[in-house]
């Protein structure tokens, strides 16, 4: 699914009357392949734990059969009068070693169950998180990702902010509230509303001394917009982050535009402790 949304918004970019830069292409084309890629791996994964309960789940039929054929035994040799205490003993300490690893055997069993449910559970959250932002994908005003349980929807400046401002626009407005929307059905994980600036420095006699500020009052804008839109309060917050995490090096007007974004994290409560 996010392989055919990447795919998606890369037809639409491509299609788009001579708009769309060779490098904007190929970029759009690495993330397509890079979300195939990681929808494989999980996939892989999850095979790979099944194939794991299911060795445990034959592990533990066998460790069963052993264990009724030694009470066979046992009972057996307590019924003989001839049967020494030696032997008894030892049967009955070999019980309890079976016991102890079929617990064990137990224990594994349902944690491998809970790890995959959360694979599962994330895998399902990111679909339908991406079919509720399908059309902002595909227009390419959003972007969508998740690396190890962290789902992150990534927005433009120019989408929320006219510039030099801290206002979220009417068309930040209509995606903000498409988010908002898809958010309200998340369960049990934190938002956290970073920004991010390019690092051309800001009129240090603005209101801005720094992009530090900059970048913090425009997470605090949207932050403040998805609450109104509705999103519950207690799980949002916001970072700024400034020039320091870029993702793409500040030497072009094209890199630089990649690096001034908004990036909506969301992370489980106990990961972001």
Not at 115 to 140: F, T
Not at 153 to 162: M, S
Not at 222 to 236: E, I, K, N, S
């Amino acid at each position: 699914m996010r392989f055919k949304l990447a795919l998606a918004a890369l037809t639409v970019l491509t299609t788009t009357s001579g708009c769309v830069g060779k490098g904007k292409y190929n970029a759009l084309a690495a993330e397509a392949e890079n979300l195939d890629t990681r929808l494989k791996e999980e996939k892989s994964a999850r095979e790979a734990q099944e194939a794991k309960v299911k060795e445990l789940e034959e592990q533990r039929a066998t460790l069963e059969q052993e264990k009724e054929a030694l009470s066979t035994r046992l009972a057996t040799s307590e019924s003989r009068l001839t049967a020494s205490a030696a032997e008894r003993s030892a049967l009955e300490r070999k019980n309890e070693e079976l016991k102890a690893l079929n617990d064990e055997l137990a224990k594994n069993s349902r944690r491998l169950a809970e790890a995959k449910d959360a694979l599962e559970k994330r895998s399902a959250e990111y679909e339908n998180l991406a079919q509720s932002l399908k059309q902002e994908i595909s227009d390419g005003k959003i972007q969508l990702s998740e690396l190890q349980g962290r789902m992150t929807v990534q927005l433009k400046d120019k989408i929320l902010f006219a510039s030099g401002s801290t206002r979220v626009g009417k068309e930040g407005q209509e995606a903000l509230v498409k988010i908002a929307d898809a958010l309200k059905s998340v369960q049990g994980r934190i938002i956290r509303v970073e920004g991010h600036t390019d690092d051309v420095p800001t009129d240090k006699n603005g209101p801005f001394p720094s992009n530090w500020e900059l970048s913090l009052a425009r997470a605090m804008a949207v932050v403040r917009a998805l609450q109104d839109a509705g999103v519950d309060p207690t799980v949002l917050s916001a970072a700024g982050y400034g020039q320091y995490q870029p993702i793409a090096a500040n030497d072009s007007a094209e890199n630089r535009s990649r690096n001034r974004r908004i990036e909506i994290v969301l992370a489980a409560k106990a990961a972001a402790r």
